[in-house]
């Protein structure tokens, strides 16, 4: 219901763009925009498992800023010394939180896309443009998430026998650690084979080939496409007049929204919030349908 029941290439226009826009964007406010939105979203999709995995990418976020600023010295900051007798600055820190943001928003981006963009997508996307593209992220958005359940089912039988990843001591748990993840990796690689020699006996690969497919490009999708490439435009049009503009090195120097900078944030937070309103509004019609008796569809038609 919402947002995965549109079109795949309106599901592949938003993630391509969203993406895009928060692995590139440095000014805080678009980064601000595009963490909040990809924080709840992801929430929407997958409920409590997207919490606690979000709030886990914070302390490697603060992590990394460490880590950048002891290795790279640029600002006139001086905040103080590293245990080599660099200097630690402001600049330096807070670009690294910058990078780190941007690295969690992408993340989490990643995080709703699988669960929106389906194998049968991927394949009525790419099967005619690419056979092989279409066969290695079929495998790959099968694969993730079976690794999560073949690690429980692992650790479950290691448990079974006293080596499981919280019996015994530190260094034994330590060690049954690696050896859950080593035969993870074995199974992994066995998963990957079997799953392409299973694509090609089905002549994934073949020239000319058919595929069955249910999508239709209906009234809603165009509406959702014209209001989405309005917002990538609007955008757009920001980012090349200057309004994203940021600078860390020498110093932290950024151009405060002016006229343009608050069109363009609009056009970027309407963008990146589009899915998570489509799912509120076909839920609050969903509702209101329910109370007055009326049937909706999957597709909130």
């Not at 963490?35 to 992801?42: D, G, L, N, P, V």
Request: proline content about 3%.
């Amino acid at each position: 219901m919402g947002f995965e029941a549109c079109h795949p290439a309106v599901n592949f226009i938003f993630f391509a763009a969203v993406l895009y826009g928060s692995a590139t964007f440095r000014h805080p406010v678009f980064l601000t925009i595009a963490y909040i939105c990809a924080f709840a979203y992801s929430v929407k999709r997958r409920g409590t498992r997207a919490v606690i995995f979000n709030l886990c990418l914070l302390p490697l976020v603060v992590a990394f800023a460490l880590y950048y600023s002891s290795y790279h010295h640029f600002g006139v900051t001086v905040l103080g010394k590293n245990f080599v007798d660099n200097n630690m600055t402001l600049e330096s820190q807070v670009y690294g939180l910058v990078i780190g943001l941007r690295f969690a928003t992408v993340c989490m981006w990643l995080e709703a896309m699988f669960q929106v963009v389906s194998s049968d997508k991927v394949v009525y996307l790419f099967g005619k443009v690419s056979p092989l593209l279409s066969l290695f992220l079929t495998i790959l958005l099968r694969l993730i998430p079976r690794i999560s359940q073949e690690a429980r089912r692992i650790n479950l039988a290691q448990k079974g026998i006293g080596w499981g990843s919280n019996q015994g001591n530190i260094f034994r748990r330590v060690v049954n650690c690696l050896r859950i993840f080593s035969m993870l990796i074995t199974w992994m690689i066995s998963a990957l084979a079997l799953e392409s020699d299973s694509m090609r006996s089905r002549g994934s690969l073949l020239r000319g080939r058919t595929a069955f497919s249910i999508y239709r490009f209906d009234n809603r999708d165009r509406a959702f496409v014209i209001a989405l490439f309005s917002c990538i435009t609007m955008t757009a049009m920001g980012v090349i007049l200057g309004a994203s503009k940021m600078w860390y090195n020498p110093r932290i120097i950024w151009r405060p929204l002016n006229g343009i900078g608050i069109v363009t944030a609009i056009g970027y937070l309407a963008l990146c919030f589009m899915p998570m309103a489509l799912e509120l509004w076909t839920e609050y019609r969903f509702h209101a349908a329910r109370k007055r008796g009326v049937h909706y569809d999957a597709t909130g038609q």
